[in-house]
Nanobody, 130 residues
Framework: QLQLVESGGGLVQPGGSLRLSCAAS????????IGWFRQAPGKEREGVSC????????NYADSVKGRFTISTDNDKSTVYLQMNSLKSEDTAVYYC???????????????????????WGQGIQVTVSS
């Protein structure tokens, strides 16, 4: 059974860093694209970043470009989201989700309402505050 489990969230001061992990089980990352999403209270879900290992494609929301980096660890079937220079507006519940790569083409995209991401983790809180 395909499962995704997020870890690594918590409280951090503005300007600080966190690394989120998304551990995948029941499937191989070779055929799936992993996306990171976030949702802040009262706001719509936002796509943050995605990675498609089959084509080495990555993508980022404009709001996190230059600050966040997505990567994979094939041996552990884990996807990481390194978040640097965190801002208060990064505060949200972060989710990782999986989409069959063949549905996305050669370039991964991650929009908040992308229904192609069918498998979701339970979410993890990230709070940026002094």
């Amino acid at each position: 059974q395909l499962q995704l489990v997020e870890s690594g969230g918590g409280l951090v001061q503005p300007g600080g860093s966190l690394r989120l992990s998304c551990a995948a089980s029941g499937f191989t990352l070779d055929y799936y694209t992993i996306g990171w999403f976030r949702q802040a209270p009262g706001k719509e879900r936002e796509g943050v970043s995605c990675i498609m290992r089959s084509t080495s494609s990555t993508n980022y929301a404009d709001s996190v470009k230059g600050r966040f980096t997505i990567s994979t660890d094939n041996d552990k079937s884990t996807v990481y989201l390194q978040m640097n220079s965190l801002k208060s507006e990064d505060t949200a519940v972060y989710y990782c989700a999986a989409a069959t790569s063949s549905l996305l083409g050669a370039i991964c995209t991650v929009a908040g309402n992308d229904g192609r991401y069918r498998y979701w983790g339970q979410g993890i809180q990230v709070t940026v505050s002094s």
